[in-house]
């Protein structure tokens, strides 16, 4: 009787911890987005998909990725303008570096490398010229990548987030 109700005792620890472990590994790896419930795109540059927080007007974009203190791998934050312009982006409030990818036409126009945020809202990237679309990523995530000028970028269809 002893030696039965040891192996319940262990099965219900390996159970348990097991149940624990699949909880913290999908809060780990969760993709985390903006509690605004903002659309989510996914978008495929080469052979890579990244998830993006779509942010589509003046507010959102103001704010971006300010204030968060990482950003997973595969997530990016998505930029969207209602026609092309040659805009400006600060790092205000940020707390990682950046690659940011000026898009035109759902193509890469241009790629700034490694952004950093150690100036905040004092350092400014501009677009080389005038961009529909700017996505932002992790720093260094473009050059291992190996992202280029002139690469494809494919959206799919909006979703909405889930906070």
């Given at each position: ?93 940020m707390q990682f570096d950046l690659d940011i990818i000026w898009i035109a036409s759902d193509e890469i126009e ?12 004092a350092e400014v990237v501009q677009a080389p010229g005038p961009v529909d679309k700017v996505l932002e990523i ?26």
């Open positions: 009787m002893k030696k039965n109700t040891l192996i319940i005792f262990l099965a219900a620890v390996i159970v348990i911890a097991s149940v624990f472990w699949l909880l913290i590994r999908e809060k780990m790896v969760a993709p985390q987005f903006s509690e605004a419930e903002n659309s989510i795109k996914e978008i495929k540059i080469n052979d890579y998909n990244f998830l993006a927080e779509v942010v589509d007007n003046s507010e959102k974009r103001a704010l971006g990725l300010s204030g968060r203190p990482e950003l997973c791998p595969e997530c990016a934050m998505l930029f969207v303008f209602e026609k092309p312009n040659q805009v400006s982006f600060w790092m205000k409030d241009n790629i700034s490398k490694n952004v950093s945020h150690a100036q905040g809202s992790n720093a260094g995530i473009s050059e291992k990548l190996d992202l280029k000028i002139g690469d494809k970028v494919e959206f799919s269809n909006f979703s909405k987030a889930k906070p």
